[in-house]
């Protein structure tokens, strides 16, 4: 069984600092990694995607990926209460009914003010 | 202005009633998909769509129906054999079947059982 897996938190960081989210993934032929942010109640929505190893930066959001160890990454910095929300790792993995996105539970993160 | 939408957001069903979940996408997308998620879950596939007329089953299809007469319509049928219906249901799509492409979703529909 192909996995994602997700530390679920919370992980809780006060205003302005980095928070760290992390990802591992079990499937080596694994070529696509997506991070969501899902607000309490409402669907997910795609912040970055990452297909290469290293660094990729949009605004105050880095997705890294290691492929080497399987572990992909999102970094937040200077986070405001307005990322308090839960964040979803999928990986697109290939294959039989497999061939889709699977999902990591996610990590909730809590931004303090 | 492009997007998907489903309806209902809240949906109440009866025991032994089967309810449909509508989805409709106008971004013009080829493929589309059918999520559940549980309190404290993943998201969990139940049926995707590559092409009109074609359907897939995902990980925990039992229980439900799909159907992809319209490229832009997937409607998601919960039948009286799903026994814990109960749950958040997510309608996503994508601009091509398999490959990089990113998946969008719907703002959802939750379902309660009275």
């Known amino acids: 069984q192909k996995e994602v897996e997700q530390n679920s938190g919370p992980l809780s960081v006060p205003e302005g600092a980095i928070a760290s989210l992390n990802c591992t993934y079990s499937d080596r032929g694994s070529q696509s990694f997506f991070w969501y942010r899902q607000y309490s109640g409402k669907s997910p929505e795609l912040i970055m995607s990452?297909?290469?190893?290293g660094d990729k930066e949009d605004g105050r959001f880095t997705a890294q990926l290691n492929k080497a160890s399987q572990y992909v990454s999102l970094l937040i910095r200077d986070s405001q209460p307005s990322d308090s929300a839960t964040y979803l790792c999928?990986?697109?993995?290939?294959?039989?009914?497999?061939?889709?996105?699977?999902f990591g539970k996610g990590t909730k993160l809590s931004v303090k003010p | 202005d492009g997007g998907i939408t489903q309806s209902p957001k809240y949906l109440f069903r009866k025991e032994g009633q089967n309810v449909t979940l509508s989805c409709e996408q106008n971004?013009?997308?080829?493929?589309m998909y059918w999520y559940r998620q549980d309190p404290g879950q993943g998201l969990r596939l139940i049926y995707y769509?590559?092409?009109?007329?074609?359907?897939q089953k995902g990980d925990i299809a039992e229980g439900y129906s799909v159907s992809r007469e319209k490229k832009e319509s997937f409607p998601l049928t919960v039948t009286s054999a799903q026994k814990n219906p109960t749950a958040f249901y997510l309608c996503a799509s994508s601009p091509a079947g398999l490959g990089g492409e990113t998946q969008y979703f719907g703002p959802g529909t939750r379902l309660l059982v009275l």
């Open positions: 990452i297909y290469s190893n």
């Open positions: 971004l013009n997308h080829d493929a």
């Open positions: 999928a990986v697109r993995v290939y294959g039989g009914s497999q061939g889709n996105l699977i």
């Open positions: 769509s590559q092409i009109v007329n074609d359907f």
